[in-house]
């Protein structure tokens, strides 16, 4: 029995993580195969070839970035998503989304934007535990005004195993400290729940 508990541990080890892989690429697949909706239906691939083929999705949204990033980054194009951003920042309701949606992928997405700069070890929930957070900035606006005692960070600390959810809190620098490891091998680490043990950075 010994032998083929361990026999069964191996064999999950191994297809555990495929399975996974596969089905996350298989979702991925599928939702950007939606893409080609936007396609008449006598140009779906479909349609052209016979059979279904997955992925022509992939490829039409890679062109679709492709042509809108071009367009985006010579005059005129700067022009019309200026205008773009004009026009639906007028909209009462949908203006509020879409600046705090706007500010948040120019800041992921923007060639010198950095979301998490730098992975610090903090006191969380409570003195004497523990976590790992992402230092994104220093607090600004009115926030900064009441924060003067001291150098004040703003860091996302992310929940496990889903780091997607998580707390934005503002705390002092001098209570932080930074880690010597990179921000990719800190999510690695809170992902993992632990297991995964990250390698420090030189």
Same mark, same amino acid.
């Given at each position: 029995?010994?032998?083929?508990?361990?026999?069964?541990?191996?064999?999950?080890?191994?297809? #555990?993580?495929?399975?996974?892989t596969?089905?996350?690429?298989?979702?991925?697949?599928?939702?950007?195969?939606?893409?080609?909706?936007?396609?008449?239906?006598?140009w779906?691939?479909?349609?052209?070839?016979?059979?279904?083929?997955?992925?022509?999705?992939?490829l039409?949204?890679?062109?679709?970035?492709? #042509?809108?990033?071009?367009?985006?980054?010579n005059?005129?194009?700067?022009?019309?998503?200026?205008?773009?951003?004009a026009?639906?920042?007028?909209?009462?309701?949908?203006?509020?989304? @879409?600046?705090?949606?706007?500010?948040?992928?120019?800041?992921?997405?923007? =060639?010198?934007?950095?979301?998490?700069?730098?992975?610090?070890?903090?006191?969380?929930?409570?003195?004497?535990v523990?976590?790992?957070?992402?230092?994104?900035?220093?607090?600004?606006?009115?926030?900064?005004?009441?924060?003067?005692?001291? =150098?004040?960070?703003?860091? @996302?600390?992310?929940?496990?195993?889903?780091?997607?959810?998580?707390?934005?809190?503002?705390?002092?620098?001098?209570?932080?400290? =930074?880690?010597?490891?990179s921000?990719? =091998?800190?999510?690695?680490?809170?992902?993992?729940?632990?297991?995964?043990?990250?390698?420090?950075?030189?």
């Amino acid at each position: 029995m010994a032998a083929l508990r361990k026999w069964l541990l191996a064999g999950l080890l191994v297809i #555990v993580p495929v399975a996974i892989t596969v089905a996350v690429l298989k979702w991925i697949i599928d939702t950007l195969d939606q893409t080609l909706l936007i396609l008449p239906h006598a140009w779906h691939p479909d349609q052209l070839i016979g059979y279904h083929v997955p992925g022509f999705g992939v490829l039409l949204t890679l062109g679709i970035l492709l #042509v809108v990033g071009g367009v985006a980054r010579n005059f005129v194009g700067r022009k019309l998503v200026r205008l773009g951003d004009a026009i639906v920042t007028r909209i009462p309701v949908v203006r509020s989304i @879409y600046s705090s949606v706007k500010q948040v992928s120019d800041t992921l997405f923007s =060639e010198g934007g950095n979301a998490f700069r730098t992975a610090v070890l903090i006191q969380w929930p409570r003195a004497d535990v523990w976590t790992i957070g992402f230092v994104t900035g220093a607090p600004g606006g009115d926030v900064a005004n009441y924060l003067r005692e001291g =150098e004040f960070v703003s860091v @996302y600390v992310p929940t496990t195993p889903n780091p997607t959810g998580g707390y934005f809190v503002m705390l002092r620098k001098a209570d932080c400290i =930074e880690l010597r490891m990179s921000v990719d =091998e800190a999510l690695k680490y809170v992902v993992s729940m632990g297991v995964v043990s990250p390698r420090i950075s030189n």
